[in-house]
Each structure stands twice: as structure tokens, then as C-alpha cells.
């Protein structure tokens, strides 16, 4: 049988088992390409794919960005390659060694994606990046202080342990906080985004891999400290730049708890104020609170790094209070 003839019955496999339209397109063209590329010109065909002529495949950066999707579409390539390696099993045109040979090989994305970087002159900074959200004092003193908590009941946690591992959220619980959460991601190099598709990024897989406290600390610690709110804010929701300066949220709030456990905001009358005890009450933490509960999209920087951490918590003023 002829890799032409391969290639219709594996399209026809894909069709079989359910996947959309632009999945099928995708994976015929990875095939095709590597046959055309490669095993044509190695006398070679889709049973006896060795690791020298993967990586002559791999080693073509301009067909991977014009065709293929660039560094995204690495992952894409791989799962193409896994596919192709069931098909070719159920089939018995591979069995025993070479089946164990091809998932290993398709399975080390890491590889493929240092390998892309390498050769377009990125610089992999991933270690560093690591070293630097977990190797500190405030990390280490979170690691600390989470040793008896789950903290996979936060909100945040939860939803990045699902985006970073491509789990879809369901139309009911998609919210604007997930959205930010998303938009915060990327800026933070963890996730990339091309034409509305989400891949995780080696630094995203990095941090998903850690250790719980570890990893809790290490987007603790990203979320306040290496997060430009600012820029994420005005580039999410089309903001002035001028509106308000989101980077002094976290700020704010951890001076006015520093000394206090609970404060008890009501905002209607705050804004009853009389204009000769303004200057008394814009000192109060109650106003700052205040103040920021009122500005567009500070909640949802509350939610994410606070709330949704297990730091703060809003207690709504019950009747009879």
C-alpha cells in the first residue's frame, strides 16, 4: 500500500472518530507534508519513520510558519503524529518496538519546542523564570503558611489549573474574571494565544507541573508582583490609559489591612459624606475600600488576587447586623 493510499484511509479514520472539519484538514496536511518533505526524498515511508528523518521534518522552520502554525502549532504536529501512530497500529502496519518508538518520539514536545526556539534565536529564560517566582522570601514564607490548606478550593487556582491544562469552561461558569485571568496569563508569557486558539506555553507547562505550595506561591507571587494590571486592564477592556492606576491595587488593600482583620464598608453612606468632614473621612480606610469597590474592574482584580486566593473574603451585611 502506497502513503497516498495510507493517507486517505487515515483521513477517513479521522472522520470515523468524530473530529471537526479543521482537525481532519490539519493532520492530512502534516502527513502529506512530511511524505512530500522528507520520506519521499529518503525512500522512506509513514511505517519506517526514524528519529533522523523526524528531525529533518522538525528542522524545516520556514514550512512550519507558513504552513503549520509556527510555534503553536507544535503541539498541533505531535498530536497529528500520535494519531497517525493509533491508526497505523489498529492497522498493523506497526507493531511491538515501533509503536513505543514513534509515541516516544511524539511525545516530547519540550524537545520540539526548545528545538524551534533554538533554531528562530529565541532565548529560553524558562529556569530563570521559575527560579524567580518560587527562589524568594515571599514565596517561601507562602509555602509557609499554605501547608494545611487545599488550595484547589480557591477560584483562581481552580480556573488556572484548567487553562493551563486546555480544560474548556462551560458557558455557565465563564465569566469576565476568567476572561482577565486569560488576558493576565498571556501577558505573563504562561499561555499564547493565535487566532483564537489557546496553547500552553513550556513556562505554562513548567508551572502547572510544580509541586502544589509551589505552585500556589509561584502564581501568588506572579499575579502581584510581575503583573502589569495596568496594561492588562486598558488592553482587555479598551480603557484610557489615564482611568486609574490598577498597579496600586494590591497595595492599597494590604495597607489598610495591615493592622485589621475586617472592615465594614457601607457605601451608601459614604456617599452621604458633608463636604466639611471629606478631608476626616478620605483618610478612613472605609473610603479607600470604598472608592475602589467603585471603579470599573478593581473587583475583578480583587476576585482574582484576593478572593479567589483565599486571602480576602466579602461577607455581604446581613439584616440585623
Known amino acids: 500500500m502506497t502513503d497516498k493510499e495510507k493517507i486517505i484511509l487515515f483521513e477517513n479514520y479521522l472522520r470515523e472518530k468524530g473530529y471537526e472539519e479543521e482537525k481532519i484538514k490539519y493532520n492530512i496536511l502534516v502527513v502529506k507534508l512530511l511524505v512530500q518533505e522528507v520520506l519521499y526524498y529518503f525512500e522512506e515511508n509513514l511505517e519506517n519513520i526514524d528519529t533522523y528523518t523526524f528531525e529533518e521534518f522538525t528542522d524545516m522552520i520556514r514550512l512550519i510558519d507558513d504552513e503549520l ?7 498541533k504536529i505531535l498530536d497529528c503524529m500520535l494519531e497517525l501512530t493509533e491508526f497505523l497500529k489498529i492497522n498493523k502496519m506497526i507493531k511491538g518496538g515501533k509503536i513505543a518508538h514513534y509515541k516516544r518520539m511524539f511525545s516530547n514536545i519540550d524537545y520540539y519546542l526548545d528545538k524551534y526556539d533554538m533554531m528562530t ?15 524568594n522570601k515571599f514565596s517561601h514564607n507562602v509555602i509557609k503558611l499554605i501547608e494545611d490548606v487545599n488550595v484547589y478550593e480557591f477560584k483562581t487556582m481552580e480556573y488556572i489549573d484548567k487553562i493551563l491544562s486546555d480544560i474548556p469552561f462551560s458557558k455557565k461558569e465563564y465569566n469576565d474574571d476568567i476572561n482577565l485571568l486569560k488576558r493576565v496569563l498571556i501577558s505573563l508569557n504562561l499561555i499564547d494565544e493565535k487566532n483564537g486558539q489557546i496553547d500552553v506555553t513550556k513556562k505554562g507547562r513548567t508551572v502547572s507541573r510544580l509541586p502544589v505550595d509551589e505552585k500556589y506561591a509561584a502564581i501568588l507571587f506572579l499575579l502581584i508582583f510581575d503583573t502589569n494590571w495596568n496594561k492588562v486592564i486598558f488592553d ?15 497595595h ?46 478593581v473587583d475583578n482584580i480583587i476576585n482574582i488576587c484576593l478572593i479567589g486566593m483565599g486571602i480576602l473574603d466579602v461577607i455581604p451585611k446581613m439584616e440585623g447586623w
Request: charged share 35%; net charge negative.
Open 121 to 135: 534565536g529565541r532565548k529560553d529564560d524558562t529556569k530563570e523564570f521559575l527560579k524567580r517566582a518560587t527562589d
Open 69 to 75: 502554525g509556527g510555534r503553536n502549532g507544535i503541539a
Open 236 to 250: 482587555t477592556f479598551n480603557m484610557p490609559e489615564n482611568a486609574f492606576d490598577y498597579s496600586e491595587v494590591i
Open 252 to 297: 492599597l488593600i494590604s495597607t489598610i489591612f495591615i493592622n485589621k482583620n475586617d472592615i465594614i464598608i457601607d457605601l451608601n453612606s459614604i456617599k452621604d459624606i458633608k463636604e466639611d468632614e471629606t478631608l476626616v473621612e478620605i483618610s478612613r480606610e472605609r473610603f479607600r475600600l470604598a472608592k475602589m469597590e467603585v471603579t470599573p474592574y
